[in-house]
């Protein structure tokens, strides 16, 4: 296990050594490992640090405001609205693998175009461990490992929490002292909803599993699961009112971890779940029924792409 103190100190030398007297862009996300990964920096190399955040249409109910309120702190934060940008770019795109090579070409343009801007030679970024793993064994490409484009405009890229696994950032993001709603977050996904809809990414299926994850999260809570989510996996027949209905079918997951490498889908109780589908399907009409996978991983994953 990670010895924080130690961890943060060496951490902040490195970036330091690396970096020297160029500027950097952070890639902030949120999520606690981007959280973590611009601490480090900020405190390595102050305000030659530019925190970008790319708001690309696919993240969580909330997440642009939340990120903005939380690194205020942080002069230089630039807020990007890329909604539009990476919805074309996901125009037509049904495979899992092409989506997330699609995003993390994306996400790597629009830092270029931040970097230029700001001078910056460096790209600072919020890989961790299993990130690695999971995209060198061809499980999955991360967006911002094996979803990379060949070809990237910048002179280096910096991840400081590169070897550490999620429960080792919260302990490093405890010693930092980010607030609790940014250390203890459950993890998203870097290619966000986008790999929480099968099939084609569209505004509709967007918005429906963004509803949907923020009630899951928000009834679920209790249980303390590693991960929470709801993904939109197809259609399938249902009735509203009198009237027969071809909806959106919406699949509820959570599980319990350590390091997100195994999980195990969590027993949760009849009433819980009920709820879950009466307002998931009370907020969205179009929302045909709602179904809790019961599997672990392996076999499974615990995103649906």
């Keep these: 296990m990670v010895r924080p103190e130690a961890f943060v100190d060496d951490a902040v030398a490195e970036i330091r050594d690396e970096i020297g007297d160029a500027n950097a862009v952070i890639a902030l996300s949120g999520g606690v490992d981007s959280s973590v990964a611009a601490a480090l920096a900020y405190e390595a190399v102050g305000d030659q640090l530019t925190p970008v955040y790319v708001d690309t249409g696919l993240m969580r109910?909330?997440?642009t405001e939340q990120v903005s309120e939380t690194f205020s702190y942080m002069e230089s934060l630039r807020v990007v609205d890329a909604e539009e940008r990476f919805l074309d770019l996901l125009s037509g795109v049904t495979d899992p693998e092409a989506?997330?090579?699609?995003?993390?070409?994306?996400?790597?343009?629009?830092?270029?175009?931040?970097?230029?801007?700001a001078d910056a030679d460096y790209l600072v970024q919020g890989t961790i461990y299993p990130d690695r793993i999971e995209s060198e064994g061809g499980i999955k490409s991360h967006h911002n490992v094996g979803g990379l484009p060949d070809v990237i405009d910048f002179e280096g890229i910096v991840e400081p929490v590169r070897?550490?696994?999620?429960?080792?950032?919260?302990?490093?993001?405890?010693?930092?002292?980010?607030e609790e709603?940014?250390?203890e977050r459950m993890p998203f996904p870097g290619p966000g909803l986008a790999v929480r809809v099968i099939g084609e990414v569209t505004e509709e299926k967007l918005s429906v599993a963004r509803e949907a994850c923020h009630v899951v999260e928000d009834e679920l809570e209790e249980y303390e699961p590693w991960q929470a989510l709801a993904a939109v996996i197809g259609k399938a027949t249902g009735v509203k009112g009198d009237n027969r209905v071809h909806g959106w079918v919406v699949s509820v997951r959570s599980v319990e971890s350590r390091d997100g490498m195994t999980a195990r889908a969590q027993e949760i109780d009849w009433e819980t779940l009920q709820r879950i589908q009466s307002r998931i399907t009370g907020?969205?009409?179009?929302?045909?029924?709602?179904?809790?996978?019961?599997?672990?991983?392996?076999?499974?994953t615990i995103e649906y792409e």
């Design 163 to 178: 070897d550490l696994y999620k429960d080792e950032v919260r302990e490093v993001a405890r010693e930092l002292g980010l």
């Design 99 to 117: 989506k997330r090579e699609v995003i993390g070409e994306g996400f790597i343009r629009e830092f270029e175009r931040e970097a230029k801007e």
């Design 181 to 183: 709603l940014v250390a």
């Design 61 to 63: 109910k909330g997440e």
């Design 283 to 300: 907020k969205n009409e179009n929302v045909a029924r709602v179904v809790y996978d019961v599997t672990h991983k392996p076999p499974a």
